[in-house]
Every structure is written in structure tokens, then in C-alpha cells.
């Protein structure tokens, strides 16, 4: 089992910066890629960002230039650094965890957190 806990998430203006963190315990030779995702007030999750353990990564169109993904292995902790925030960017946060053998914009991991809310004013 792996266990995935996000912090810093909240309240922010627009064009504001928050960086939300996702720790990552158990099992963790079982994943080998982490993502953020986020859903919004009636709308699909979506993903926003992923890494592997290869440091590839990949993005929604949306946050390209905007967010950036990273990790620190020593801490086994994957960050999202989000810039130039949007009202459009609020949503609940997720991080989730898998074994991927390339990264697409899907959500099929394995792990899920339980969210850190982030709400974007105008």
C-alpha cells in the first residue's frame, strides 16, 4: 500500500503562487510515476500534472507554462508549484500514485489522496 497525504492548498488571488506538497509513504517501490489532478464544483477530475520516476512529465494544456511539477526523493515528496493562478484553477487538489509505463493525460493510478482545496478569487 501506498499512502499519499497534499498540505498547501487555500486561498489565493488571482495571479497569486501557492505550492501544494504530496508525501508519499509505504510502498513505495510499487509506483514508479505521481501525479495532481484536480475537480472542480460539478465537473470531471482532470489531470493537471505528472511526473515519473525518469523525471518525465506531462501537463494539461491549461497549466503548461503556469505549474510545475516536481519532486524531491529524498523527502519522497512531489510538489506542484502553481504561478499566474486563475479563478478557473480552483478545484480540489488530489495526488495520486501508480506504476506507469508512460504518462498520458488519464487517471488511471492506483493511490489517491484525499485533496488540499485551493480557491483562486478574482
Known amino acids: 500500500q501506498v499512502q499519499l497525504v497534499e498540505s498547501g492548498g487555500g486561498l489565493v488571488q488571482a495571479g497569486g503562487s501557492l505550492r501544494l506538497s504530496c508525501a508519499v509513504s509505504?510502498?513505495?517501490?510499487?509506483?514508479?510515476?505521481i501525479a495532481w489532478s484536480r475537480q472542480a464544483p460539478g465537473k470531471q477530475r482532470e489531470l493537471v500534472a505528472a511526473?515519473?520516476?525518469?523525471?518525465?512529465?506531462i501537463y494539461a494544456d491549461s497549466v503548461k507554462g503556469r505549474f510545475t511539477i516536481s519532486r524531491d526523493n529524498a523527502k519522497n515528496t512531489v510538489y506542484l508549484q502553481m504561478n499566474s493562478l486563475k479563478p478557473e484553477d480552483t478545484a480540489v487538489y488530489y495526488c495520486?500514485?501508480?506504476?506507469?509505463?508512460?504518462?498520458?493525460?488519464?487517471?488511471?493510478?492506483?493511490?489517491w489522496g484525499q485533496g488540499t482545496q485551493v480557491t483562486v478569487s478574482s
Open positions: 495520486a500514485a501508480g506504476d506507469r509505463s508512460n504518462l498520458v493525460r488519464d487517471l488511471r493510478y492506483d493511490y
Open positions: 509505504g510502498s513505495t517501490s510499487s509506483i514508479n510515476a
Open positions: 511526473v515519473r520516476s525518469d523525471s518525465t512529465t
